[in-house]
């Protein structure tokens, strides 16, 4: 009896914080949205081609931000996406015009990639240099490279199969980019939160000391990031010369920043130990979709980028704060 009283008088157990500032990119994706479609109106925002519109704009950005969400996961960072998505376009392009078959541009294109990933790889991890460092100048070295082997000349692309493939295509009614996009978004979701793997990028990146001690080989783990980076940048790179039909060096030029940004809005610590790629891809859609609707909102290109950068500022500033 006394037992049954005790157990009624117990409170309820109620939660005693929400975590809301995890969920702030959708937030701000929203409010985005309705504010760009009561302002422009349906017809010339909301309508499905101005969506696809959007996804074609942002589905390179995409696929670079998911990867670094592994190395930014990892407590790192590349900041050579950008011109190594240049590079493995250029390679790609000049391998197909010099006769050899589509299969033969893809593999090289990739192979460039990856060669760049494991340099940063092996200097961030072998030879101990910060990944900010190494990556910057890698940044500044690949970028030279492309425009030296071309004489910044644009390489134009005539295999339809490929460019089809790789951004100019359908599915139906769908763009490939969307495919691309919606691919390698499941794939990396799946990679991070299900897999060993995954795991050990986040113990990585929450605390290496921890992790070393518990049996992971956090320098492998962090030189896989960046191949991982180094395979999505080079993917990218074709995504754009399938769309343009015509690589340039220009390609990728402040897509590093872009992926960072898109990361981090999505929920990411920048010091490493947690990731989300349902949020990278939102936060890639974000940032996409204010500059879709600036556009159309006849915006010069200058305030176009004091806007987009005032609403991200905005967005990360209402996000959870790290604790160092």
Known sequence: MQSKAIKQQRPLAFPSKIGWQDYVVYIFFAIVLVFFS????????LTLTNMFNIVRATAMIAIMAIAMTFVISSGELDLSVGSTTALSALVSALVMKAGYSM???????????????????????????????????????????????????PVPVTNE??????????????PSLLVWAVLVTAVGHVTL??????????????????????????KKVKFITFLLSGLAASTAGMLYTGMMQTARFNF????????????IL?????????????????????????????????LDVSQQMMVAGAIIILAVSFGKKPTI
């Not at 009561?38 to 925002?45: K, L, Y």
């Not at 990728?252 to 990361?263: N, Q």
Request: hydrophobic share 50%; glycine share 20%; no cysteine.
């Open 266 to 298: 999505g929920g990411t610590s920048m010091f490493g130990g947690k990731g989300t790629i349902i949020g990278t891809l939102v936060g890639a859609l974000l940032i996409g979709m204010i500059n879709n609707g600036l556009i159309i909102m006849g």
């Open 252 to 263: 990728g030029t402040g897509a590093e920043l872009l992926a960072i940004a898109a990361v």
């Open 161 to 174: 199969t490929f460019n089809n493939i790789f951004g100019s295509g359908n599915l139906g009614t769908i």
């Open 38 to 45: 009561a302002v422009i109106g349906d017809s010339g925002f």
């Open 193 to 218: 939160k299900y897999t060993p793997f995954g795991r050990q990028v986040l113990s990585t990146g929450g605390n290496r000391m921890a992790a070393e001690y518990s049996g992971i080989n956090t």
């Open 103 to 153: 299969f033969a541009g893809v593999a090289a294109g990739l192979i460039s990639g990856l060669v760049v990933g494991s340099i940063n790889g092996f200097f961030v991890t072998v030879i101990g240099i910060p990944s900010f460092l190494v990556t910057l100048g890698m940044m500044q070295f690949i970028r030279g490279f492309d425009m030296w082997i071309t004489l910044t000349d």
